[in-house]
């Protein structure tokens, strides 16, 4: 194993071949990394991407843990990254995890307490922060210019095409055709809490039903949309708005400072950015100013890189934290708290809004209150099943959407589960 503060490249292996292809293909001598390994259990896929890289591949997660390497990625289903995160913590790996870092309330603390008892590096993918947008946006609210943020709104709406959204969550079960409205929102939140450095203390939500042409047929059980309110630690109020209405496909990030406000200047987050001030807080500044900026670094390599540049952040950052010992920015504290937000917001959309307050996952009084909760809206989750996956209940799709549904499936040679 590569020592903290070598030289040597980080031995890196990938679980999932989906989304995981942007960190085997970050995972570069750019960074400091090399990609040894990739796990799939989907076979046939697994094949092909591991001809591409021509690295060893694994379909059992157990076997790939005997690998010899420093670090696993974590790109599997969107709501098991915690388990496979505790046992790659507890095999003696560093980890990054996609979103969701934990779906339960128990799984939150159960990972803190790994992470804290592996002394390995943690760091949750978040990639959303850091466009050159994002970063610049912390940058200018750091300098003070805009003052202390009194409200902030993050939207990440994925609107899709229902055929193209039905193949990339195959089989009835997949974790795309289920996701409670709520759950999705680090995108959305993550953006805010790292320009403004603050953490959610309180969370409520509503959701949103589609009663359009599209929701009687599809597989999809969940609902449309969100919205999201978090009381911050500093007393500002952050509006979370998203995941899939049918509208406008949309990244959009907004702070009201007492001075001023700051934002994304479209509807579009990789492009520039929008500062305002009024006249008579202009202190010999404009009222208005607008500009695309560049990342403080790196650059060339970021514009390469998807989602904004996020995608080369994450393995970058994920890679000096296990060189330097120092944990990232996106530690497992925050990747929790992001988390932790979209299942209390589902809570309290099935109460129709009710207020709830977010645990402090540093302290153990507050994880011991936890450790047992279990409450899980997933059909294979380990609780007790009593969370529906839309305001409406639980709703099995027609016979019609069902047969569309596993056309699409069959299309792209999808051989798993199905109902
Ligand atoms: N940050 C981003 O911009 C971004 C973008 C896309 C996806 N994601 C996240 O990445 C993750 C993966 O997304 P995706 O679109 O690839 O999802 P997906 O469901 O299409 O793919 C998950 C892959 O993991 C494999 N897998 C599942 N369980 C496994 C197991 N036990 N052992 C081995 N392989 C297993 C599946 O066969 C599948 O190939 C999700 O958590 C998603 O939220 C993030």
């Not at 021509?54 to 690998?67: I, M, N, P, R, S």
């Amino acid at each position: 194993m590569a020592k903290r503060g070598s030289n040597k490249p980080i031995r890196v292996g990938v679980l999932g071949v989906g989304r995981g292809q942007s960190f085997a293909a970050g995972a570069s001598e750019a960074v400091g990394m090399k990609l040894v390994a990739l796990c799939d259990t989907w076979a046939d896929r697994l094949k092909q991407v591991g001809k591409r890289y021509g690295v060893a591949t694994y379909t059992d997660f157990d076997k790939f843990l005997e690998h010899d390497m420093d670090a696993v990625i974590l790109a599997n289903y969107f709501h098991q990254h915690a388990p496979f995160a505790i046992r790659a913590l507890n095999a003696g790996f560093h980890v990054m995890s996609e979103t969701a870092a934990n779906t339960t309330l128990a799984e939150g603390v159960a990972l803190c307490r790994a992470v804290e008892k592996s002394g390995k590096t943690y760091m949750f993918a978040e990639n959303y922060p850091f466009s050159a947008a994002n970063q610049e946006m912390r940058k200018v609210y750091r300098s003070g210019e805009i003052g202390n943020a009194i409200y902030a709104e993050g939207e990440y709406n994925h609107a899709a095409e229902e055929d193209w959204r039905l193949s990339i969550s195959p089989g009835f079960n997949h974790w795309r055709n289920w996701m409670p409205s709520t759950y999705y929102c680090s995108h959305a939140l993550a953006p805010l809490m790292y320009i403004t450095d603050t953490m959610p203390v309180k969370v409520n939500g509503l959701s949103m039903v589609e009663t359009g042409s599209k929701s009687p047929n599809t597989a999809r059980v969940a609902d449309a949309g969100s919205v999201i309110l978090c009381r911050m630690d500093s007393g500002a109020v952050f509006r979370i708005m998203g995941i899939m209405i049918s509208s406008e496909h949309r990244v959009r990030y907004e702070v009201h400072g007492d001075k001023g406000l700051i934002g994304t200047a479209t509807g579009n987050a990789w492009g520039g950015i929008r500062i305002h001030r009024e006249e008579w807080l202009r202190e010999g500044k404009p009222v208005e100013r607008s500009y695309s900026p560049d990342w403080p670094e790196h650059g060339d390599l970021a514009r390469r890189a998807g989602h904004g540049g996020g995608d080369f952040w994450t393995n970058f950052h994920f890679a000096n934290a296990i060189r330097s010992g120092k944990p990232p920015y996106l530690d497992v504290y925050r990747g929790v708290a992001m988390c932790t937000v979209g299942i209390l917001a589902w809570k309290s959309a099935l109460a129709d809004g009710a207020p709830l307050d977010m645990p402090d996952f540093k302290k153990e009084s507050a994880r011991k209150a936890h450790e047992n909760d279990h409450w899980s809206p997933w059909p294979d989750g380990s609780g007790d099943g009593t969370a529906p996956p839309s305001i409406r209940g639980y709703e099995k799709p027609n016979a019609k959407a069902l047969a569309r549904s596993r056309g699409v499936w069959k299309r792209i040679g999808y051989k798993g589960k199905d109902v």
